[in-house]
């Protein structure tokens, strides 16, 4: 099997902390494999050298969920 590789080229912004483990749930661009740059939200140990589940969305993806976010504010304001 072959070795999955990434890179955080931007740090965007940390969620969460869990106090007891130190874990982070953050968004950030990642660059999975060498390949282009996906905004990228999942947990990560303190110094990023465990990485959990997430979800890396591409830039149309990125822009849908932004729109849906967008209209969900809008509805509750």
Do not use: Q
């Not at 990434?6 to 740090?11: A, D, L, Q, R, Y």
């Not at 830039?59 to 976010?69: D, S």
């Amino acid at each position: 099997m072959a070795e999955i590789t990434c890179e955080i080229t931007e740090p965007i912004a940390v969620l969460s902390t869990n106090e007891k483990s130190g874990w982070t749930k953050e968004v950030n661009m990642v660059s999975w494999n060498k390949n282009s740059p996906k905004l990228d939200v999942r947990d990560w140990s303190p110094g990023h050298g465990r990485k959990g589940k997430g979800v890396a969305l591409s830039e149309e993806e990125t822009e849908i969920l932004r729109n849906i976010l967008n209209d969900r504010a809008e509805k509750k304001s």
